[in-house]
């Protein structure tokens, strides 16, 4: 099974302030990365597929890179809205893993 | 427009079988896979298992293997998650998704409790 590591697992920040989220796959898995973003008590929402590009209607303060073991979701401009757990997921090798999740909360 | 909705909210009780649903709309249920992923109370996301609904191959983590039941109903659009004895450890929020393009159903809720 394919692992993948997110880190950290928790990070304070401020608004305004530039975020970059790790995940590390345990083996190589192209670009078959996605990023979610999820608010409590709701469904988790598609960020990023394909490691780099942007779901429909996402704002592009939001951009993702990597390939291969080692990806990374950046978000700028932070906003009260952005503060939520995020998830990056890969689906080279179904049923897929996600990372630990990371939960970024307002410094 | 793509859209997973997925059956109510579940109350049973330890022991009790269930089956969940999840019906896809918007684009050709047999030519994507789609899959269930649990949550359990505070805690993160974990595959549990998928279906190719175009010739029913099915994976599950192995955490799930042997525990639960993924099928799916091509003539309905509609793919399962199924119990045959529940547990309280069970309780958790359901998901199902289509892991490829980030659709996700709305979510179901199961509890058990005696």
């Known amino acids: 099974d394919i692992q993948m590591t997110q880190s950290p697992s928790s990070l304070s920040a401020s608004v305004g302030d530039r975020v970059t989220i790790t995940c590390r796959a345990s083996q190589g898995i192209s670009n078959y990365l996605a990023w979610f973003q999820q608010k409590p008590g709701k469904a988790p929402k598609s960020l990023i597929y394909a490691a780099s590009s942007l779901q429909s209607g996402v704002p592009s303060k939001f951009s993702g890179s990597g390939s291969g073991t080692d990806f990374t979701l950046t978000i700028s401009s932070l906003q009260p809205e952005d503060f939520a757990t995020y998830y990056c997921?890969?689906?080279?090798?179904?049923?897929?893993?996600f990372g630990q999740g990371t939960k970024l909360e307002i410094k | 427009e793509v859209q997973l909705v997925q059956s109510g909210a579940e109350v049973k009780k330890p022991g009790e079988s269930l089956k969940i649903s999840c019906k896809g709309s918007?684009?050709?249920?047999?030519?994507?896979?789609i899959g269930w992923v649990r949550q359990m109370p505070g805690k993160g996301l974990e595959w549990m298992g998928i279906?190719?609904?175009?010739?029913?191959?099915?994976r599950y983590s192995p955490s799930f293997q042997g525990q639960v039941t993924i099928s799916a109903d091509k003539s309905i659009s509609t793919a399962y998650l199924q119990w045959s004895s529940l547990k309280a450890s069970d309780t958790a929020m359901y998901y199902c998704a289509r892991p490829e393009a980030g659709y996700w159903g709305q979510g179901t809720l199961v509890t058990v409790s005696s």
């Open positions: 918007g684009y050709s249920f047999t030519s994507y896979w």
């Open positions: 279906i190719y609904p175009g010739d029913s191959d099915t």
């Open positions: 997921q890969q689906y080279n090798s179904y049923p897929g893993t």
